[in-house]
């Protein structure tokens, strides 16, 4: 199966999973699904009172007859993935004891007060620009946990409560069904029966995005305001496990590579240690199918082979992007009227972006990194940034060496920002727009996925530390120009850097983490 | 004149009935200076006045899990001491004296000091006291050394400044400084701010001054040759009792012995070895060679010089004569260096290698909320550990010696000089101590990004220095002489630190929004600006950073 989105061809060769981890795993973690070109997301609630005692997970019995999960080992005429909320598995009635055996991330939910804040989306009351008006539709509206205020009684204690406020959305989504399919009519056909099938199980569907990967005449899959997508990932290796369609095994890429810990939960890590996954104690529920834990005696492991996967439902205001382009390109023009030739409104957009629009990396003197060679540092070529921006998206993503203080310290940092980063599998939704754009009422944009086992380390620290960090690279006060909140984007040129104003073009309008289960896990929770 | 930066932190016990009391108490004082938690539009205005030396100040609270509860002031600030503790005392006087209410009345000579501090209605200085109770940290690392926070407001400011005079300068029309070389932008520049910044006509202090730097070379030569001398004591008394065969034969022996040890011991324990790029013989032959022979030179030719005229008088011997027999005699212990460091790796390495590590160290959800609430308001943030030390004669040796070492490096090495702990430059202020009686090691560090960040730079880029300095705590993940392994087991050690770390309820900073980079970038870009004229090459160079 494809691992990488057509956009990208060439280069490395994919990367499979080896037998048995072949088929516990779900097809997602080694495929965006490439050749499948419709999709749909279906958010699902359960609309059953509080935490069922039994029963809990029949329901995804019945979806395995309509809609069975796809598993890693080949190519299937349609696929699906599914993955599930905390608030989701407690309602199912999984084990408290299991519950508590997540992730802090996971178990706290995104949209955990201090959480939000660190993503950037909301600052004590208040939602940020980056968060569509009127606060996002749709989270798994966690409940607080114990952490959350501390009442214990204790003697001398005369301090004041503090209550944290838990922060709810009017829709919630207890899991996610991901459906791919070869054409739009046979997703709507398929969305219609899923839906039928849940339905007797009080499992109603609360929001769904059609999920589209659109490919241009070039057979490139580009995003909302025109760029290629989905360029660039992390590529996994262990022993015996990673290996390529001829069963050789992948070596560890000296750029890209990462252990295959950092994607699949009870797999070495970047960090020297087993990604930690969820258990269960052996007999609670039928434990049968799971392995055993390597350190919990009497526990079963239900993580190994599986991910956590991080969805935020990304909406772009293309209209509004391609002006705030053109009002920069303007601005620049204006204040630099004989050295600015150069400077056009796809011109800026790129700099944003940090590639052309067909993917390919602005390089210094003009020149751009083909598409298909992921193999390059940014310290080397492009130290100061005057083809790549510092502050670019495609930059800030992913720094590789470039952060590096001295030409000594380049492979320490490309090994420090390897253990950052994440497989992306989302694509996009809604219409394309009119060319030239034009405003309108289209509900447009990009269901962001991406799988990892460590939210923490890679997912929000992408976010935080490099995406949003108002002091990423040296910079002073600006933050992705592409995703981040309106502000500032500094453009390394000679003789004098340009600095110019961009606006909000992307609000985030829901999000969540969900466990993204092995197969046996999978089996696990459908006997709930 | 550069002035000097002080890192300090007293350490006080606390009444246990007392302890969320003095929570509580610490959480008032937060809220009372700053009613938006990220600062807001200068709600620590009148900190910033009354203290006009602190940089960087944390009052934390820790609870008492293996002794009673622990009160620390932590505090970075300009110049001396006295100055500082009076400013602090006008500033927030009678919180600090509800504060020490809360503590327990040392059994040292300080309890008189302390009753007149906390008597009722006591009006009586507090500063004293906190002079007699502070503690010197063993090692401390400044990222903008020689930095004096005004200097550091100031230059931003005139950061600020630049960027306003080249996005404003003809508004409206096309700027006068896009059609400019750099040597031209800079002398454009120079002239539009020099009315608003008249101290760009100034000379820059130096930061760091001569004096200060000859001290800081001559205490770790000094340093190094004490240690020189510990480590070929047994050379010199071995020597003195055996003929030099018999010296030879016995050091080659020991050294095989030690050596074939350390190969057969130096392995990891099955399930700790973590993937490193560190080397022993590479760092050994790159690093230390060169400094390592000198330093046994040096310490052979003053310890004859040293010696020659006692030996001269007991031996009845000329000067020179004397001299070239303490030489010989030093030599002679110096080549058996070798052979006690060997030894002291397999006695370090018999320890590790028993050394009981934490998989798991608990974290107390509540308290991880709590620190949670706290961080991530401004680009810095702010921690205080506290850990318990590893017994044992050769650790408590190691922790000073090394911790000394380390401190002597730290201010000595360029690199850390310029701010630099490994290849990363996020610290402001960090600090190590040691609390309650020497059996507990304390750290505190200002720094910037998010915690998460900062323990993955010291996992990811710094592991070696921070295994050596931390790896003396309780608990610590496996290691492997003192700098492998360790830090490298990345959730391991997070959890540890975590474990170890309490709510920093007061925290200030008094710039809250430059990062250690912005403020050495600040610097670079004044530094250029003081100049009248820069040479094509300087303005070059310089430009990058505007």
């Not at chain 1, 059609?210 to 305001?225: S, T």
């Not at chain 1, 003009?366 to 100061?384: K, L, M, Q, Y």
């Not at chain 1, 009422?441 to 997912?459: A, K, S, Y």
């Not at chain 2, 943030?381 to 017994?391: D, E, Q, R, T």
Request: aromatic content about 10%; charged content about 20%.
């Amino acid at each position: 199966m494809d691992q990488r989105p057509v956009s990208e061809g060439g280069g490395t060769p994919n990367w499979h999973l080896s037998a048995p981890t072949n088929t516990k795993a779900q097809g997602l973690v080694v495929s965006g699904f490439a050749n499948l070109p419709t999709g749909r997301a279906l958010f699902l609630e359960f609309s059953w009172k509080g935490v069922k005692k039994k029963g809990g997970g029949a329901w995804v019995e019945a979806l395995r007859k309509v809609a069975q999960v796809t598993d890693a080992d080949g190519r299937d005429p349609r696929a699906v993935a599914m993955g599930f909320t905390w608030s989701g598995l407690q309602k199912m009635g999984l084990n408290q004891n299991a519950l508590a055996s997540f992730d802090r991330p996971f178990k706290e939910g995104m949209f955990q007060e201090d959480r939000l804040r660190r993503l950037g989306d909301r600052r004590g009351e208040e939602w940020q620009g980056t968060v569509i008006p009127g606060g996002p539709k749709w989270s798994g509206n966690t409940p607080l946990d114990d952490a959350a205020v501390d009442d214990e009684a204790r003697a001398f204690d005369d301090r004041e409560e503090i209550r944290e406020q838990r922060i709810k959305t009017p829709v919630t989504v207890h899991a996610l069904v991901l459906l791919y399919c070869e054409h739009d009519e046979a997703a709507e056909a398929w969305c219609a029966e899923v839906s039928a099938a849940l339905a007797p199980f009080e499992v109603t569907v609360s929001h769904h995005l059609p999920l589209d990967l659109r490919l241009d005449k070039q057979g490139i899959a580009r995003e909302h305001f025109g760029f290629a997508d989905g360029i660039s990932q992390p590529i996994p290796f262990e022993e015996g496990t990673v290996v390529y369609k001829d069963g050789t095994e992948v070596p560890k890429d000296y750029w890209n590579g990462v252990p295959l810990g950092e994607i699949l939960m009870g797999h070495m890590n970047g960090h020297n240690e087993i990604a930690q996954g969820p258990v269960v104690a052996d007999g609670i529920g039928d434990t049968s199918g799971l392995p055993e834990h390597p350190r919990g005696v009497g526990f079963k492991d239900l993580g190994l082979n599986g991910s956590y996967m991080v969805v935020r439902e990304l909406k772009q205001d293309v209209y509004a992007f391609w002006q705030s382009m053109r009002a920069g390109a303007a601005y620049i023009r204006e204040r630099d009227p004989e050295g600015s030739a150069h400077v056009t409104t796809t011109w800026l957009a790129e700099r944003v972006v940090g590639r052309d629009t067909h993917g390919n990396l602005l390089c210094p003197l003009g020149g751009t990194i083909p598409v298909e060679n992921n193999d390059f540092g940014f310290w080397d070529r492009d130290r100061h940034g005057h083809g790549c921006p510092m502050g670019s998206h495609v930059r800030r993503a992913n720094p590789r060496d470039g952060l590096a203080p001295t030409p000594a310290d380049k492979q320490t940092l490309l090994d420090a920002a390897n253990n950052h980063r994440i497989l992306r599998r989302g694509r996009k939704y809604g219409k394309t727009i009119s060319v030239p754009p034009t405003p309108d009422d289209v509900d447009r944009g990009l269901l962001f996925i991406c799988l990892n086992t460590d939210i923490t380390r890679q997912f929000e620290f992408v976010q935080q530390t490099w995406i949003l960090n108002p002091n990423f690279a040296f910079l002073y006060d600006e933050t992705d120009p592409l995703i981040g909140p309106k502000g500032t984007m500094t453009i390394p040129e000679n003789p004098l850097r340009r600095i110019i104003d961009v606006e909000t073009f992307v609000q985030m309008a829901g999000g969540e983490y969900f466990f993204l289960p092995s197969m046996p896990a999978l089996d696990y929770l459908g006997s709930l | 004149m550069g002035m000097r930066q002080t890192t300090l932190s007293v350490a006080l016990e606390v009444k246990p009935e007392s302890f969320d009391h003095l929570s509580g108490l610490l959480d008032a004082l937060r809220d009372r200076r700053s009613q938006n938690p990220s600062g807001g539009t200068g709600p620590f205005a009148d900190f910033l006045t009354t203290v006009p030396a602190v940089h960087f100040m944390s009052l934390t609270a820790f609870p008492g899990f293996d002794y009673d509860p622990l009160f620390v002031i932590e505090a970075n600030f300009d110049g001396a001491p006295g100055p500082f503790w009076a400013q602090l005392e006008a500033a927030i006087g009678p919180d600090l004296r509800a504060f020490l209410r809360c503590c327990k009345r040392p059994l040292d000579h300080t309890g008189p000091l302390f009753d007149a501090v906390t008597a009722p209605d006591s009006r009586a200085p507090i500063a004293p006291y906190l002079e007699a109770r502070t503690l010197t940290p063993t090692v401390y690392h400044h990222g903008n050394r020689g930095m004096t926070r005004d200097r550091i407001l100031d230059e931003s400011k005139l950061f600020l400044g630049t960027r306003t005079e080249l996005a404003q300068s003809n508004d409206g029309g096309p700027s006068p400084y896009r059609k400019l070389t750099p040597v031209e932008i800079h002398a454009k520049l120079r002239a539009a701010l020099l009315p608003q910044f008249g101290w760009l006509d100034q000379k820059a202090p130096a930061r760091i001054p001569f004096t200060q730097s000859v001290g800081d070379y001559l205490r770790l030569a000094w340093f190094v040759l004490l240690v020189v001398f510990a480590l070929s004591i047994p050379g010199l008394v071995l020597k003195s009792q055996l003929s030099w065969q018999w010296y030879v034969a016995l050091c080659v022996g020991l050294f095989a012995l030690f050596t074939g040890i350390l190969y057969r011991m130096g392995k990891p324990l099955p399930g700790t070895a973590t993937p490193t790029r560190f080397s022993f013989l590479t760092f050994f032959l790159r690093h230390l060679l060169v400094p390592v022979a000198i330093a046994v030179a040096a310490y052979v030719a003053i310890a004859a010089t040293l010696s020659a005229p006692v030996w001269s008088w007991i031996g009845h011997k000329a000067f020179w004569p004397a001299w070239k027999d303490m030489a010989i005699w030093a030599a002679w212990s110096g080549a058996s260096i070798a052979v006690t460091v060997a030894g002291i790796l397999v006695w370090l390495r018999w320890l590790e290698r028993r050394d009981a590590s934490q998989d798991a160290p608990p974290v107390d959800p509540k308290m991880l909320r709590e620190m949670a609430r706290r961080e991530d308001w401004i680009p810095q943030n702010h921690m205080g550990s506290v850990v318990l030390i590893k017994p044992g004669v050769l650790r408590a040796i190691l922790i000073r010696v090394g911790h000394h070492g380390l401190h002597l490096l730290l201010r000595a090495q360029k690199a850390a000089r310029n701010g630099y702990l490994g290849s990363m430059r996020t610290i402001h202020f960090a600090h190590w101590a040691r609390v309650n009686n020497d059996s507990r090691l304390m750290f505190f560090s200002n720094f910037d990004q998010t915690w998460e960040s900062y323990l993955d730079d010291f996992i990811e880029k710094a592991h070696a220095g921070l295994t050596l300095a931390w790896s003396s705590g309780v608990g610590f993940p496996p290691t492997r002489f003192l700098v492998k392994d360790g830090a490298s087991h990345g959730r391991q050690f997070k959890e540890w630190a975590r474990h170890s770390m309490a709510v920093s309820r007061f925290w200030y900073s008094a710039y809250k929004d430059l990062t250690a980079e912005q403020v050495e970038r600040n610097y670079r870009i004044a530094c250029g600006l003081r100049k009248k004229q820069l040479s094509e090459k300087e303005a070059a160079a310089w430009i990058n950073d505007l």
